[in-house]
């Protein structure tokens, strides 16, 4: 079975742009995690995305933002970049049959994301 | 929010010593994760214990979980170079949204 699929893998982009980074989740894995993590604040969670359905939210800033399409492939959107967005985004993904709490997450390797 | 900090820090033993990470948590829980990332790479899953187990193991892995004392440790024992990494406890807390919530983790270095 293949793993957690984020592209691109490195990006550069500079203040003021947005981006979008994508996952494929594990054959199966309908829930979808997103993590941002940083050497000052570590990993902190975005949002989760279920059916297409958010799920729950971290405590960003309305720039981030993500979806979830039918096929469980979900994207995140940054808008407005700035320098302290740069960090490793990485997805995650569950069996529908766990949750959070008794299940484990399967990490993809991430995107880097540098802000100019 | 952090909800579980792991201690130390960083780590740095030689080839064949057994490693101990320490995290703590602050709110009830029903289970507790542990996960290892090697640099540059996604978060693998280790080991999951419940909140009414003490000790659990899995091959060279050694989690206890001490509810009273709202603590875990993951034990590494005759460590290797492939055990170079950052372990990082997670928790989901009861009373919040179902996230997992993940500690600042410990970077562990296994010397030749």
């Known amino acids: 079975k293949a793993g957690v699929t984020q592209t691109p893998r490195y990006l550069i982009k500079t203040r003021g742009q947005q981006v979008t980074l994508s996952c494929s989740p594990i054959?199966?894995?309908?829930?979808v995690s997103w993590y941002q993590q940083t050497p000052g604040q570590g990993l902190q969670f975005l949002f989760e995305?279920?059916?297409?359905?958010?799920?729950n939210k971290g405590n960003f800033p309305g720039r981030f933002s993500g979806r979830q399409f039918s096929n469980s492939r979900s994207e995140m959107n940054v808008s407005t970049l700035e320098l302290g967005d740069s960090a490793l985004y990485l997805c995650?993904?569950?069996?529908?049959?766990?949750?959070?709490?008794?299940?484990?997450?399967?990490f993809g390797n991430g995107t880097r994301l540098t802000v100019t | 929010s952090q909800q579980g900090e792991e201690d130390p820090q960083a780590l740095s033993i030689q080839e064949g010593e057994n490693a101990t990470m320490n995290c703590s948590y602050k709110t009830s829980i029903n289970n507790l994760q542990w996960y290892r990332q090697n640099s540059g790479r996604g978060l693998v899953h280790l080991i999951l214990i419940r909140s009414n187990e003490r000790e659990k193991h899995s091959g060279r892995l050694r989690v206890t979980l001490d509810t009273s004392k709202k603590s875990s440790s993951l034990l590494i024992t005759a460590s290797r170079a492939a055990d170079t990494a950052s372990y990082f406890c997670?928790?989901?807390?009861?009373?919040?949204?179902?996230?997992?919530?993940f500690g600042q983790g410990t970077r562990l270095t296994i010397n030749p």
């Open positions: 995305y279920f059916s297409e359905t958010q799920r």
């Open positions: 054959s199966g894995h309908r829930s």
């Open positions: 997670a928790t989901v807390i009861i009373q919040g949204a179902q996230k997992l919530v």
């Open positions: 995650a993904s569950r069996s529908p049959r766990g949750t959070a709490d008794n299940s484990p997450l399967h």
